[in-house]
């Protein structure tokens, strides 16, 4: 199989990747094959939340495109799943222009601030998170803040591709911040985890009300969001970096001895650039990111077709490697009746746990994720992560939209569901609900119901095998849309929804 190829980035949101996929998918070695499976792309929205979903849908089903559904869905995110990502985050989205035949990414991380500051480092406080098995140390507190991008890359992909009034997009986002919203077990578990960051100081009125910490089925209420969003239709993506919420935002940075200034926010905008990495597998041509996900390379590592021992040996061997950046990360999937598809991954790290005073927005904590800081970057550099929004391309044209939250288990998750769905050709629901492994050495850990004879190849090649008693969060949540119907991961409590 060819190796990767490197695409020459561009710096402007109208860059773009032009797929042919008759040619590219012959000439890289693509072969027909019979798929019994129903073929037939729907308009779907899979999410880490029902009301993300829901959302997505909404607008889908109001005449919107897959840039519309998008958008809102990812507004409502910073809604409904703020133990995983927030208005303040950063993230990454990939998107197909069917009528076109463009694949473009949008690079909306959060960025190093400091542009016109006097080189100082602002307050860090140093904590130890148990993160699956292992503890992991974090710095968090207003210094561990980085630009912040999400609202800047809703604003991009609208105008790029948006077809609906930007008010209406916010719509669905500002009646979940009004309502309250559904507090999942698997963000209840998540809070366990990161109480202590996330009820440091505001998020204690948020998370722990009375004291009691949000449990599962209660109602996740957050006033504040109210008024921000209503400053996010008003003013647009741009209240961030040069309106109301800027001008917060930079008073808590005085206050509270932060590092962001106004020149990082004036100077900060979401960029367009061609697919950093792909590689053909399974007789697709998938188109992704490079920098830390690893995705394409353990792709061209693994065998298409063998016994369950075989791939499990394979599977490993291409994952194998260092872990780096466990942040808590969130993923969404949507494609419109038209075939344009548009697949998003926002985080705010842990979360700084600081909050803007009356608007509830959760600072990021990027620059305490040290081991995304993989050189030395200035301010105004964008920093490294290992999201990895993802499209796959046949003959025919678009085959999925995917991509997957959790950290450095982004990589294995996704590599074990798109193995299954291209190669395997298992439904996609299927793919996402079954057992996966994630290696890190000397140990592999596997959730319950992994093929028994693979496990036993993994311990007679040496490896440690470790059994967790039920799925977990740790193994990755997939959101997927494909010609053979939308999936998302029960381990973050996702829904996916077809119009």
């Known amino acids: 199989m060819p190796g990767a190829r490197v695409l020459p980035r561009a710096v402007t949101l109208e860059g773009s990747y032009h797929a042919d996929a008759l040619s590219t998918i012959a000439t890289l070695g693509g072969a027909d094959r019979h798929d019994p499976r129903v073929s037939d792309v729907k308009a779907a929205v899979a999410a880490g939340h029902p009301a993300t979903a829901a959302a997505g849908r909404e607008i889908l089903a109001d005449g919107g495109n897959a840039a519309d559904a998008a958008v809102a869905a990812t507004l409502a995110s910073c809604v409904a799943e703020t133990v995983m990502t927030g208005l303040a985050g950063g993230g990454h989205a990939i998107y197909w222009d069917a009528e076109r035949a463009t694949a473009t990414l949008v690079d909306f991380f959060v960025a190093i601030p400091g542009i016109g500051g006097d080189g100082r480092r602002g307050e860090w406080i140093e904590l130890e998170i148990p ?82 910490l949000l449990a599962a089925g209660d ?16 003013e647009g993506a741009q209240t961030f970096y040069r309106g109301t919420v800027a001008a917060q935002l930079l008073a808590l940075m005085r206050e509270r001895g932060g590092v962001v200034t106004q020149a990082d926010l004036a100077a900060y905008q ?67 009746g038209h075939g344009n598809a548009c697949d998003v991954t926002t985080s705010l790290g842990l979360g700084s746990g600081d909050y803007l ?11 305490g994720e040290t081991d995304l800081v993989r050189r030395d970057l200035e301010p105004g550099d964008r920093m490294a992560s290992n999201m990895a929004p993802t499209l ?37 629901q299927e793919a996402v609900d079954r057992p996966r492994l994630h290696p890190l050495r000397p140990a592999v850990h596997v959730e319950p ?51």
């Not at 990589?411 to 050709?425: D, K, M, W, Y």
Request: charged share 20%.
């Open 131 to 212: 993160f699956g098995v292992q503890p992991v140390r974090y710095a968090v507190g207003v210094g561990s803040c980085g630009v912040p991008g999400v609202p800047a890359g809703c604003g991009a992909l609208w105008r790029r591709w948006g077809s609906m009034p930007w008010a209406r997009l916010v719509e669905p986002a500002l009646r979940l911040a009004r309502s309250g919203a559904p507090f999942l077990p698997s963000h209840a578990r998540g809070l366990q985890m990161l109480a202590p960051v996330l009820t440091m100081r505001e998020g204690a009125a948020l998370y722990s009300p009375g004291g009691q």
């Open 219 to 234: 109602t996740l209420r957050q006033p504040g969001l109210v008024a921000a969003l209503e400053l996010v239709r008003d």
């Open 270 to 336: 979401a960029r367009g650039e061609p697919p950093s990495a792909r590689c053909v597998f399974a007789g697709a041509e998938l188109l992704t990111r490079a920098d830390l996900s690893g995705l394409v390379g353990s792709l061209e590592r693994l065998p298409v077709t063998g016994s369950a021992a075989e791939r499990a040996l394979a599977l490993v061997e291409a994952l194998d490697g260092p872990a780096k950046g466990d942040g808590h990360t969130t993923n969404l999937a949507v494609v419109d």
């Open 357 to 367: 005073p009356g608007l509830d927005i959760h600072l990021n904590s990027m620059l």
């Open 392 to 428: 796959a391309l046949d003959r025919d044209g678009l085959i999925l939209a995917a991509g997957a939250a959790g950290g450095t288990r982004i990589r294995s998750a996704l590599t074990q569901v798109l193995s299954g769905v291209l190669a395997e050709e298992v439904e996609p």
């Open 449 to 499: 119901g992994f093929d028994e004879s693979a496990l036993a190849a993994l311990m007679r090649a040496g490896w440690d095998v470790r059994r967790w008693d039920s799925t977990h969060h740790y193994f990755g949540g997939v959101s997927l849309v494909s010609r053979w119907g939308a999936a998302a991961d029960p381990r973050r409590d996702g829904q996916a929804l077809t119009l």
